[in-house]
Structures are given as structure tokens and as C-alpha cells.
């Protein structure tokens, strides 16, 4: 059986899609957005989550660390992620948290017995499983498999992706996916590329594509002001979503800075852009402008 | 969501007066004495009815312009939940809580059909003194609320002479409204709403406090023939109840010691929806009306229940999701399935199991048929005890974890056996409460009163509580101490004592590593299950002695915080002064999953074995219900509920930020509400220790 790199399992997800939902976070990405709200989505492999202030300086980790990357002086912790070899024995023996692993291996089969202790919820209120990421492509036989291993157990299954994936891998989970949840980061050719490393002609492809196989979606699109809070970004949101057949809606996600507190803990650096939040006035006004041309909102 | 509007201006604007707290400011502190009111040498029950005679001809009345509902229970007294009599110095009489009368038959015969009763048991002449003497008390606090409705028609007269036109046409529809009833049986859905306010406020005026039960039941069919017949519209109806619920809030504001529990809504308990005695969903217009109301105007001042089953309409578990997810805990669910079941398991007649309502917080019982009190055992103290951690024990050694087990249960036994040669004794006070025997099915029958087992059903309930938390703790025990052997049984007892001084992390290593109840992991819930089940086995094996029904509930009530003195630090990693569990909700900060899984540990539970019931009290962030999927899910939550066999359930939704806002400024936050579990309280007007266990409950997203 394959395993895959899970970093979260969430439940009573609310905003994942229709219903009680279960969102599956896989780690690794494709993009690299200058924006992104989950760093610790985006490499592919187990990290350290470090945060000094639950350490109870127990020194195990200085212990069992063989390569001398965790030190306590004078009852201060200092963790080298230079020296660190990633072989994550430290996070095994601390108690408090202080270290942990982001990321866990786990089986299709793992991840679809917690799914379905939900199962009740989903029922109740036409939910289901989201996976998530991170792009879930990029997992993308691990994907496959937790979709078909889904449907099996009649649960309801939502994607979420950025659509920059090869068209024969959305075919080939096309039919076990009931709604995808598409990213329209911006429709700027340029700024695309510069913000998240890619080019957004494919994703649009994509898109169409996906709908031309009569598959839902809803539009997610991240509002950064400063950067695709544009009239003309919106319009061409407008103009994706009116040329769509089986696109329920759009829906606004407004930036906001979690992600750096996240990035630090993984000492990542990324620039907190508090510049990049957009006003409640701005969002309201952006999404009467979508209305005004008749497109469905998802709130 | 879009504000809807329905109600008049002129609603609104009485609201508002309402929930300012103007009303409760302006209750009467007034000294009333049987000293020389009262004849000597007259038996108990008469003297009671003394007191309620001189409660019905001084009480202030005070009718508002422009209510359409009458009857304010307007001494100070009364609100402190004291019978506001006094003699040779100290109030004569205990008032009685914890039950709901039987409106809904007083409210079908009027006070004369109970007059009728009672002349008709006395013509069987075989009564004793007590029995005679209970019904002429009875016949004299019959005349007393008499009296008090002559009175508001008196008022209402004098009114009508000096009033304006505006005013004055409110007035005489109001005094036409009471000329009748409550006297006679109502004949229209205006007259019913009103009577039945006379009949519960009179009980209030007088220092009881009961829930109303089952309003919608009993108004229900009057709204239909009134529509059928075209004597009133919807919306006129609407604004009927919009003044009974406004009415509600006449002691709001009152600023009485209620100690922990804050204002705590003086256990006006309401219970919408669900099946009748034939099996037949009674849900009608009456309880559609209802949450139009408490959602337009936001009063929590009677904290409702609803009860929910597989077979509710659609549209109500919309609105009740809806409702809920506006905040201030207004409604809260039952799961009559659940219920029901439990009660006929116990030994209820199916009809009579279905006609349950609540005590006035959530306890089960049968509405005019019940006398209730509980009796509260420390499950979780039994367990330090035990083990030697609690006050005045020292450590023992246990070789297995089934010895443990073994001698916990055994001085749980110990205790059960207490508590059933307690409920053997006197009920309750043993005192008279003449005034509320009156509303209790059987007292006139019997010619006993309600604390002297004259009820149909006179119920001792034990309640266990830290039944979680015992479970927690066992479930880390035979974990740790047992299985894995990372440490012994007497370095940890010892390290309890100590509250978790020097072993920090120890502690963190079970904060972090063990999952407990709460968390749909099935170690933990097996261990609760057992700890559960065994407390049934044991109070099982006395259901009824001595003319006294023992059904077991789970509940601390808010206990938890007085009782972290005796407990000391728990084994599942909580410091002495942390306090834990409430009900049978997970102990703060344990369920660190989601509220599904919350409710599936709980669920998990043989919860049709508890008939008197048990809370599972969640809280949940506003985001997570904003917009329409929002309130979809919640509407999943309370359906998936149902299908997992859920008892009682009650959801929060709020931050943290506000609470603790609400801390820093209690003047920017008086209209706040929150409930607690059966019932709901202003957050400001809980002691800081209640805020905070409001507060340290798990915020779920």
C-alpha cells in the first residue's frame, strides 16, 4: 500500500466545501507563493516545527541528537537547523512539544479510517473529505488512492488544488472527485509567474478542461491587496466564472499573515506583508463588483 | 446573516426597556410578616397558605402601557428565590426549585376545575388531618391568586379612567383578556397565553421557582382554531408571545446574589417541540413563532430546549441551527429518542415518558407529576481517595490495575449505599409547599403535599460527577503505571500530592502523548465506559425504596470548581487548581480534535441508561457557523446528534476575544449571554472563577 505525507488532519472542516468536511493536508507543492498560508505544506519531506517557549529543558534532545543541533545554556534552548541531519530522533523523545515533527507518514488506509470516523457528519450534512495541501498533486498516486478508497466507502470527496498539474492526472481522479476547489491565484500572466513560480495558463486550461468533463468547482481566490485587488483581476474572474458550465461559485479568501508565524516555527524566512491585508471595505466592494456581474458567491 | 424583522416598533421598544435591566431594578423590597396576620396555634400548611394570602393582597401590580401580557412578580424576595414571608424574624418557608408544575392541565381546568378537584376528594371524607388540612390550604392559596388577578382588574380600571386614548385601548383589550381566565378555562390563544403567565408568575411572586414545560403543547392548539377561525393573525400572534417573552425579562437586571451562577434566568426553562403522549409531533406554529421571537429580539431569559428526534421536520432543525448560531445560548437539544428510551428502560409508562420536560436546567422529569432533587457524588474524589492523593489519605500500592479498579469500585459502593439511606429519609425539606402541590399530579389525591412524597413520582436522583475525569485518570494509570511501567504508581501519587511540583515533565508527556475522553479515541472512551458503567450497576440496584425513584445523571453543575480543594492534581496531567470536567463534557482542553469528535466520544456512552440525563456543553467559534454552509453544518451537528444517540447537547457559539473583553469591560458587555449548561446567565454577572471556566472551555473551529 502507499504511504503519503500527511501534515494535518482537520475535522469539522466548514469551509472546505459543502457540509461537514474532513480536510486532508498532504505535504509538498508544486508553487511557491509569496503569500502562502501554509509554509509547512511546501516541501515533501518530515521537518522540524521548533518553538523555544514550550521548551521545559529536560535535555533529551541534546541527548539523542548525534550531530550537536540542539544546546541548553543557561536554561535557553538554541536549535541549529545547519546542523540538523533531519533524522528527527529529538522530536521522538520531547515531551513538551517544544520539538516536533511536521509531517507524518501514513497509509491510504490510515488516513481513510479517521476520515470515515465522521462518517455520521458527513451524512448528516452532505460533507465529506477535502484533501488539501500543499497541492495534493503533487502526492499524486497517494491522491489517487485515498479518492478511490473514498468513493468506495460512499464518502464525498472535494480537491483542492492550483490546477499547475499535467491534464492526464486530473483525468485520472476525475472520476472519484465530486468537487474540486480551484485556486485562481491571478489571472496576470506576468505577476503570476513572479509570485508563485509559475505560469497561470496551464491552471486555466485546466480549468476548463475539468469543467468540460461536467466536474464541479468553486473558485477559490486569495484577495491580496497590492497585488491582484485589481478591477481587472476581478473582471476576468468574472469573465473565468461565466464561461464555466458546472462552476458552482466563487469565493474570496482574503490574505492574511498566518503563515509567517508558522514559517518562523520552521525557520523558514518569510516577510510578514502586513501591507498585503485587505480592508473589509475593499472585499465587500470586490465582491459587489462580482455580483453586479452576476456571479455566485460562496461565503 | 441579514437581520430579519417582524415585530412592531412598539415591541421593539418595550425590548429594550426590558433588557436594560430597568425592570429587576425596580422590584419592591417589601417586609411582609404572619406576626399578627395570621391566627395562632393553626397547622403548618394553613400558615403556609397565610403566607401566600398576604403575598397576593400586598405585592405591588404593576401593568406597563402598552404590554399586552400582565402579571409581574415584583417583590425583591421573590427574585432572591426566598417566599417573601416573614415570622418571628426569619422567612417561615423554603421556596422550591428544580421542577415544572403542571400547567398544562391547571391551564385546561383554570383555578375553579382545581377547586372542583379538590371539593370532590374532600366529599370522600377520608382524609387525615394532614390531608385535610393540605387541601383547605390549597382552597386558600386558590383564593390568594384570585385575589391577585381581582387586584390587576382593579388596577387595570383605574387605568382605563386616567389614561389617554392609545393607552387606554391596550388596557381594556388587556382587562377584557383576564376577565375569565385564569379562573375559568381559556377560550381563545390570547387568553391561554395569558393565563398561563398569571399561573407561572404567581408560582414566581411567591418565591418558586419552576420551569413552564411544554409551551408550545399547550398553546398550540389554541393558535390553530384562533387562525382556523380567523380571530387572530400569525403575526398577531407573534407579538402576543413577544410580550410573554418580554415579560420574562421583569426581573432581569436585578442584581441579586446568585453566587456563581450569576443571574442565572431564574430556571424558567421552556421546552419546544417533540412527540405527545400518542406519539404524534406536536411541533406547530407556536414553537415556529417562538424562534422568530428570541431570534429578533434576543432574549435568553427563558433558556429553551428543544427536542429533536430522527422524525423532526426539516424546518425546524433549520431554525433551531439558525438560531444557534446567532450566540447567547438560547436553545439548547435534546435528543427525545434518547430520552425516552431511558425513561421507559427505568420503568415510566411509554405515554407518560413522553410527555418529559426538564427541572429547569436540564435534568429529566415528568412535568406535573414530579418532585425532584439530586444528590451530587464526587466520582473523581472517589478515585483520589482511593489512590491516596485526596486530602487526609496517603498513598496506597495496588499490584494490578484491576486491584486498583476493584477498590475504587468498592468505595464507590460504599458511597452509593450512603446516599440511598439518605434518600431514604425526609424529601426534601418535609416542609409544606402548599402553593406548588397544587400543580402536582397526585398531592390532592393523596392529601400529601410535595415534599412529603405526595407527587406521582418523587425522584432522588444521585448524580455522579468527575465521571470523566476518574476515566481520564484510570485510562493513564493502567497506561503509564501498569503497561508501560514508565513510572510507579507511588512516584506518581506522590508527584499528585505534590500538584506536579518537580515533575513537569511527566506531566507534559501525558498532556502531549495521551489522548483522553474527548477525542473519539477508544482507549480513553472505554475507560470512561467502564467507570460509566459501573456507577449504573451499582446505583441500579436501588431504582425506588421507600416511595422514592433513584434514577442516576451525570453532572457537576459548576461543582468542579468547589470541588479542586479535596480532589488535589489529577493523573491525566491537571493541577489542583485547574478545574475539570463539567457534566460530561471532556475536561477543558483535552478535546483537542474537532466537536465531532467530541460528540462521538460522548455519544460513545450508554447514555439510555441515565433517565435523569446528562449535558454535553460545547462552545464553538462564530467562524465556524458564519454563512450559509455554517449554518448547514450545524444543522449536521444537531442531526448527527440525533443518529448517534446523543442525550442533551448545548453549543456556545463565541470567542474568547469577547469574553475576556467582556472581563477587562463588563459596562460594554451587560446584554452578554452565555449558558452554562441547563440554564444561561449575563457573563458579567458570574464571579470571575465561572467566567473562567467559560472561558478555559475548548474553543472549537
Redesign the interface.
Given at each position: 500500500m502507499k504511504k503519503g505525507l500527511v501534515f494535518d488532519i482537520?475535522?469539522?472542516c466548514?469551509?472546505d466545501g459543502?457540509?461537514?468536511r474532513t480536510t486532508v493536508f498532504l505535504k509538498g507543492c508544486n508553487l511557491n507563493c509569496a503569500w502562502c498560508h501554509n509554509p509547512e505544506s511546501i516541501k515533501k519531506i518530515i521537518e522540524i516545527y521548533f518553538t523555544p517557549e514550550k521548551c521545559?529543558n529536560?535535555g533529551n534532545c541534546v541527548a539523542v541528537c548525534e550531530n550537536g543541533a540542539h544546546l541548553i545554556k543557561k536554561g535557553k534552548h538554541f536549535y541549529s537547523r545547519k546542523k540538523c541531519t533531519l533524522c528527527l530522533k529529538c522530536a521522538g523523545v520531547c515531551?513538551?512539544?517544544a520539538v516536533e515533527c511536521v509531517g507524518k507518514e501514513m497509509t491510504s488506509n490510515e488516513v481513510i479510517k479517521k476520515v470515515k470516523?465522521?462518517f455520521?457528519?458527513y451524512?448528516?450534512?452532505?460533507?465529506g473529505l477535502t484533501l488539501s495541501g500543499g497541492e495534493p498533486f503533487s502526492q499524486f498516486e497517494f491522491t489517487l488512492e485515498l479518492l478511490k478508497k473514498a468513493h468506495a466507502e460512499r464518502i464525498n470527496t472535494c480537491v483542492e488544488t492550483n490546477g499547475a498539474v499535467e491534464k492526464s492526472r486530473l483525468a485520472a481522479v476525475l472520476p472519484y472527485v465530486d468537487l474540486f476547489l480551484y485556486d485562481i491565484k491571478d489571472t496576470g500572466t506576468k505577476r503570476h509567474k513572479y509570485f508563485t513560480g509559475a505560469a497561470c495558463d496551464r491552471i486555466l486550461e485546466n480549468l476548463k478542461f475539468v469543467d468540460s468533463k461536467g466536474k464541479q468547482t468553486i473558485l477559490r481566490c486569495l484577495m491580496i491587496k497590492g497585488v491582484n485587488l485589481t478591477a481587472k483581476h476581478l473582471a476576468n474572474i468574472a469573465n473565468i466564472y461565466m464561461h464555466l458550465k458546472h462552476c458552482k461559485g466563487v469565493e474570496l479568501l482574503p490574505y492574511h499573515p498566518y503563515g509567517t508565524s508558522k514559517a518562523e516555527k520552521l525557520g523558514a524566512s518569510r516577510k510578514k506583508n502586513t501591507r498585503w491585508i485587505p480592508s473589509e471595505t475593499k472585499l465587500q466592494r470586490a465582491k459587489q463588483l462580482l455580483l453586479k456581474k452576476k456571479v455566485e458567491m460562496?461565503? | 446573516m441579514e437581520k430579519v424583522r417582524r415585530l412592531s416598533d412598539f415591541t421593539h421598544k418595550l425590548n429594550k426597556t426590558a433588557l436594560s435591566g430597568k425592570r429587576g431594578k425596580g422590584l419592591t423590597d417589601l417586609e411582609i410578616t404572619l406576626d399578627g396576620n395570621c391566627p395562632q396555634n393553626i397547622s403548618e400548611e394553613l400558615e403556609y397558605a397565610y403566607c401566600i394570602k398576604l403575598i397576593a393582597e400586598n405585592a405591588p401590580i404593576r401593568i406597563l402601557p402598552g404590554e399586552k401580557i400582565i402579571g409581574s412578580a415584583t417583590l425583591k424576595q421573590s427574585a432572591y428565590h426566598k417566599i417573601p414571608v416573614m415570622k418571628d424574624g426569619k422567612i417561615r418557608f423554603p421556596s422550591v426549585s428544580h421542577l415544572t408544575l403542571g400547567f398544562d392541565f391547571a391551564l385546561k381546568m383554570g383555578y375553579n376545575g382545581l377547586l372542583k378537584d379538590i371539593e370532590e376528594r374532600k366529599l370522600k371524607n377520608d382524609l387525615d388531618e394532614k390531608g385535610s388540612n393540605l387541601l383547605n390550604a390549597m382552597k386558600m392559596c386558590i383564593e390568594a391568586a384570585n385575589t391577585w388577578h381581582q387586584r390587576h382588574v382593579e388596577a387595570l380600571q383605574e387605568l382605563i379612567k386616567n389614561s389617554r386614548a392609545v393607552e387606554k385601548c391596550n388596557y381594556e383589550a388587556v382587562l377584557k383578556n383576564i376577565e375569565h381566565i385564569p379562573e375559568k378555562p381559556p377560550s381563545s390563544f390570547y387568553e391561554a397565553a395569558q393565563s398561563l403567565y398569571f399561573m407561572f408568575s404567581f408560582q414566581r411572586l411567591c418565591g418558586n421557582w419552576s420551569g413552564i414545560g411544554r409551551i408550545d403543547e399547550m398553546l398550540g392548539g389554541f393558535l390553530k382554531k384562533d387562525l382556523k377561525e380567523g380571530k387572530v393573525s400569525l403575526s398577531e400572534a407573534r407579538e402576543i408571545l413577544a410580550h410573554f417573552w418580554i415579560k420574562g425579562c421583569d426581573w432581569l437586571g436585578f442584581e441579586g446574589s446568585q453566587g456563581g451562577s450569576g443571574d442565572a434566568m431564574f430556571y424558567q426553562n421552556i421546552i419546544l417541540g417533540g412527540i405527545n403522549a400518542e406519539g404524534k409531533d406536536i411541533t406547530n406554529e407556536v414553537t415556529y413563532l417562538i424562534l422568530d421571537v428570541v431570534e429578533e429580539l434576543k432574549i435568553n431569559e427563558f433558556p429553551i430546549a428543544v427536542r429533536l428526534s430522527s422524525k423532526s421536520p426539516e424546518k425546524l432543525i433549520r431554525r433551531v441551527a439558525e438560531v444557534q448560531s446567532l450566540g447567547g445560548g438560547i436553545l439548547a437539544v435534546y435528543n427525545e429518542e434518547t430520552v425516552i428510551k431511558a425513561l421507559v428502560k427505568f420503568g415510566y409508562p411509554l405515554k407518560i415518558a413522553r410527555s418529559f420536560a426538564n427541572d429547569g436546567c436540564w435534568e429529566i422529569l415528568i412535568p406535573g407529576k414530579t418532585a425532584f432533587i439530586y444528590f451530587p457524588i464526587d466520582v473523581f474524589l472517589i478515585l483520589q481517595k482511593t489512590l491516596g492523593v485526596a486530602e487526609k489519605t496517603t498513598a496506597k500500592k495496588y499490584g494490578s490495575f484491576e486491584k486498583l479498579y476493584g477498590a475504587y469500585k468498592k468505595n464507590l459502593s460504599i458511597a452509593i449505599d450512603s446516599f440511598n439511606r439518605i434518600a431514604d429519609k425526609d424529601f426534601a425539606s418535609g416542609k409544606p409547599a402548599t402553593l406548588i402541590s397544587l400543580l402536582i399530579k397526585d398531592c390532592i389525591r393523596k392529601g400529601r403535599g410535595y415534599n412529603e412524597r405526595g407527587a406521582r413520582y418523587t425522584v432522588f436522583s444521585p448524580h455522579a460527577g468527575g465521571l470523566q475525569d476518574a476515566g481520564n485518570s484510570l485510562h493513564v494509570i493502567k497506561s503509564l503505571v501498569y503497561d508501560k511501567k514508565t513510572v510507579k504508581l507511588s512516584g506518581l501519587v506522590r508527584a499528585l500530592k505534590n500538584n506536579w511540583e518537580g515533575e513537569?515533565?511527566?506531566r507534559?508527556?501525558i498532556l502531549?502523548?495521551m489522548e483522553l475522553y474527548g477525542n473519539?479515541s477508544k482507549p480513553a472512551d472505554t475507560m470512561v465506559k467502564r467507570v460509566l458503567d459501573d456507577f449504573l450497576q451499582l446505583t441500579g440496584k436501588v431504582k425506588e425504596r421507600k416511595g422514592v425513584l433513584r434514577p442516576p445523571g451525570i453532572s457537576t453543575f459548576g461543582r468542579e470548581i468547589e470541588w479542586r480543594e479535596k480532589r488535589k492534581a489529577s493523573a491525566h496531567g491537571y493541577r489542583q487548581e485547574t478545574p475539570l470536567a463539567i457534566n460530561f463534557s471532556p475536561t477543558p482542553g483535552s478535546d483537542k480534535?474537532?466537536?465531532?469528535?467530541v460528540i462521538?466520544s460522548y455519544c460513545f456512552m450508554d447514555l439510555k441508561r441515565l433517565p435523569n440525563g446528562t449535558a454535553l456543553d460545547l462552545k464553538l467559534h462564530p467562524t465556524?457557523?458564519?454563512?450559509?454552509?455554517?449554518v448547514?453544518?450545524l444543522?449536521?451537528?444537531?442531526?448527527?446528534f440525533v443518529?448517534?444517540k446523543g442525550f442533551f447537547m448545548h453549543i456556545n457559539v463565541i470567542d474568547n476575544k469577547t469574553l475576556l473583553d467582556a472581563q477587562k469591560h463588563p459596562e460594554k458587555y451587560r446584554g452578554l449571554s452565555v449558558r452554562i449548561s441547563g440554564w444561561s446567565a449575563r457573563f458579567v454577572t458570574l464571579n470571575k472563577e465561572w467566567q473562567q471556566m467559560i472561558i478555559n472551555r475548548t474553543l472549537?473551529?
Open positions: 482537520q475535522k469539522y466548514t469551509h459543502p457540509g461537514i521545559i529536560c515531551d513538551s512539544k470516523e465522521d455520521e457528519f451524512e448528516a450534512s452532505g460533507g460562496i461565503e | 513537569e515533565q511527566l507534559q508527556h502531549n502523548s473519539d480534535n474537532s466537536i465531532t469528535a462521538k465556524s457557523v458564519k454563512g450559509k454552509n455554517g448547514a453544518a444543522e449536521g451537528v444537531l442531526k448527527a443518529k448517534l472549537h473551529k
